[in-house]
């Protein structure tokens, strides 16, 4: 099989999985293609999204395995059937075992909504707002054995206004993904992505 393909991991809403999957049919994604999302919750929007858009999906109930490693194993058949580069998360809320971390390693990566490693784990938005910083964001990181620990490849900074809610900020936090994931994907397609020890490097195209 030929191109870059990726597979796209979400729980929920999908926003990030529908830009990257309209950036791929509008010719921004650096030629990559959506060819999969995997969805822990086959109730979740984001599965709706994908049948509209026509991409296939792997969907599982993680109740039904005796253990992560069993779905993770299934998963990651799926993946080397689809001959998938690049594995990205968007939104995926669960923690990942060796059987996909250590198989993509350096093909696997996620994105946060704050400023890494500032906040990390769930409610990254509401934890930001709490603490009361005057500037949050966007990090887009490889993926490894930690909770948001890998090495970031790019970041977004946002100022928070002054009254600012935490849906309004959530809105200029998606806004701000929606943007910068599809970008991130493309620079993986094209190779311009270099990852030395926690360092990665962004090559001029
Ligand atoms: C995003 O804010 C992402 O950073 C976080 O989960 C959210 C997913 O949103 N990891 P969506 O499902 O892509 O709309």
Known sequence: MSGYRIAVFASGTGGNFQALAEAAAEGRLGGATVELLVCDKPAAPVVGRAERLGIPAHLFVPKQYGSREEYEAEIVAKLEELDIDLVVLAGYMR??????????????????????????????????????????????HFVDGGMDTGPIIAQRAIEVAEHETEESFAQAVHAVEQEL?????????????????RKVTLLKG
């Open 95 to 140: 923690l990942l075992t060796s059987v996909i971390v250590d198989k993509y390693a350096g093909r696997l990566i996620n994105i946060h909504p704050s400023l890494l490693p500032a906040f990390p784990g769930t409610n990254a938005i509401g934890q930001a707002l709490d603490y009361g910083v005057k500037l949050s964001g966007v990090t887009v």
């Open 181 to 197: 994931y599809p970008q991130v994907v493309a620079l993986f397609a094209q190779g311009r992505v270099k990852l030395e020890g």
